[in-house]
Every structure is written in structure tokens, then in C-alpha cells.
């Protein structure tokens, strides 16, 4: 990873967009690595507004561990890096499109959360917030989000299903997380993409905006993507990167 670690050493700006495989290894399941959310039949409708309207029960049986047991994850390798990186001085920001809110929980300053997450939830009908602790606590009070048979969807009183701030297929991206992704993009003169397929734009186009303006793009990712040939390099292994990031920027104090 030498190449990789100069390169953050000399740059002048460093940007990171992150996907569901950096949190594989607080052992959240990624969506299509081989042991993939999206391997399971149906899996594709858990994120999607039209089943959500249709039947709410396919998101919270599907998120039960995903999402409303997230407090029981804690942040990996690959969050402790950055957060490292960001205490060196060399990560201007991440641009995330996981939703586990795990970048924030290491401690990372300017963290870019493009396909929102479930720090609120909002009735589909009337529109009222409540908070993501409210909704899990909702969830418990009732025995989870799926119980064997009728799964428990937390309603409103005015009857509405509350759904989460995260983007589901179908709707638009949080507009000034994006905005705020596609400026760090086009400024990083080096952008690393880590753990994610590269498959669900716009989120996959942000480094391209990097080699638009002249950037140079480093992947870590088990899979190959698209942008393979246009980076400097793919490394396979996310604990392989975390490894040599916090072992060259180890001065920087975590606490
Ligand atoms: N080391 C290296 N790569 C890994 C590791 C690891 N330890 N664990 C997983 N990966 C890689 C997988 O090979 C896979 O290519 O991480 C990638 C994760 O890709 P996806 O599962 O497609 O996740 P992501 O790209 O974040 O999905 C994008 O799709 O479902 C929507 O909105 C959802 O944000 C999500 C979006």
C-alpha cells in the first residue's frame, strides 16, 4: 500500500467515499459481497418507497439487525483509520452512503451522509419526527421489529407508518449532503473509494468528479468495480488498508 500511503502523505486534499464494505467488519452485512444482504430472495424491496407505502413490514422485518439493532455495532477498522487520518490533518471529509451513522460514532468531523439514515423518522401521512432512539424504543416496547407472524411497524397516532430519513430506491438524495459530496470530490486531489461496488448512482459517479478536475483515485474494494482501469490502483483488502493507515499515521492521538 506504499503507493497509497505516499500519496496521502503528499496530497494536497483527500476525500473518501464509503460503502457498505467498510462495515462489514463490525459484522454489518454488506448488500452484494458474497454473503450479501441482496443474496436473499426479495432483499431489493426492503429499501424501496413503493413496497414501503404498499407494506411498511417489508423494511422493518428486513432492518430489524441492520438498522435497529445498530446499537449494538461498533465502529471497525477501516472508521478508526479515517478518524486517524482526519486527526493528522490529511481527510478533509467522508462522503458515506452507508446509513449505520458508525463514521460519526468514531469521531469523523465532516461526514457526508448521502443516502441519509435513521437518525429521524418521519409519518408517511401527517409528517410528524420522532428521533431514531424513540422509534427503536417504539420497536422494543412491542418485541421487535419482526415478531414471528404480524411484524410491528411503529405508527403514528394519527395511523401513518413512520419511515426513516434513509433515501429508499425511488426517492431523491438528501440535496446539501450530496452538494457537499460532489464539492469534495471535484477539490480532493486524491480521493479514496472504499468498500463499495460502485453499482447505485449518483453516489458511484462522485470520483469520477475527481478525475474530471485531474485527481487521482485509489479503490480498496474485494470486488472489482467499473472504475478499476481510471483509478491508480485497486487493493483488495479493507482491513489490509486500515492496517497501514493507523501504522503511518500513528502519531496522531485517537482519544
Ligand atoms: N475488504 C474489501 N472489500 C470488501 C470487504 C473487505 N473486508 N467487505 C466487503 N467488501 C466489498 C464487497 O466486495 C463489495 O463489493 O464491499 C463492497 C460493498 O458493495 P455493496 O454491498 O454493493 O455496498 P454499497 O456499494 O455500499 O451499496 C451502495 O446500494 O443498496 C444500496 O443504498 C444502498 O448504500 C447502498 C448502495
Redesign the pocket.
Known amino acids: 500500500m506504499t503507493e497509497l500511503i505516499e500519496a496521502l502523505k503528499s496530497a494536497k486534499k483527500v476525500g473518501v467515499l464509503?460503502?457498505?464494505?467498510?462495515s462489514?467488519?463490525c459484522g454489518i452485512?454488506?448488500?452484494?459481497?458474497?454473503q450479501?444482504?441482496?443474496r436473499q430472495p426479495d432483499a431489493?424491496r426492503i429499501?424501496d418507497i413503493d413496497w414501503f407505502d404498499r407494506d411498511p413490514s417489508v423494511y422493518y422485518r428486513g432492518c430489524r439487525e441492520l438498522v435497529y439493532g445498530l446499537g449494538d455495532f461498533q465502529p471497525g477498522p477501516v472508521h478508526t483509520a479515517l478518524v486517524r487520518l482526519e486527526r493528522a490533518g490529511r481527510l478533509a471529509g467522508i462522503a458515506t452512503?452507508?446509513?449505520d451513522m458508525l463514521h460519526q460514532k468514531a469521531g469523523s468531523s465532516h461526514v457526508y451522509e448521502?443516502?441519509g439514515s435513521p437518525v429521524v423518522h418521519a409519518c408517511r401521512h401527517c409528517g410528524d419526527v420522532k428521533t431514531f432512539d424513540e422509534i427503536v424504543a417504539m420497536i422494543e416496547a412491542n418485541g421487535g421489529a419482526a415478531k414471528l407472524g404480524e411484524p410491528y411497524v411503529p405508527r403514528c397516532a394519527c395511523g401513518g407508518p413512520y419511515k426513516p430519513a434513509?433515501?429508499f430506491?425511488g426517492e431523491m438524495l438528501p440535496e446539501a449532503a450530496f452538494r457537499s459530496a460532489q464539492e469534495l470530490a471535484i477539490s480532493s486531489d486524491v480521493f479514496l473509494v472504499?468498500?463499495?461496488?460502485?453499482?447505485?448512482h449518483p453516489?458511484?459517479g462522485l470520483p469520477r468528479l475527481t478525475l474530471q478536475a485531474g485527481g487521482k483515485v485509489f479503490i480498496?474494494?474485494?470486488?472489482p468495480?467499473s472504475l478499476d482501469d481510471y483509478a491508480v490502483r485497486r487493493y483488495?483488502?479493507?482491513?489490509?488498508?486500515a492496517d497501514a493507515v493507523c501504522a503511518a499515521f500513528a502519531t496522531s492521538p485517537l482519544s
Open positions: 464509503t460503502g457498505a464494505g467498510v462489514t467488519l452485512p454488506d448488500f452484494r459481497g458474497p450479501g444482504l441482496y431489493e429499501f452512503q452507508n446509513i448521502v443516502h434513509i433515501t430506491f472504499l468498500g463499495t461496488s460502485l453499482t447505485v453516489a458511484a480498496v474494494n474485494g470486488q468495480t483488495p483488502d479493507l482491513k489490509e488498508f
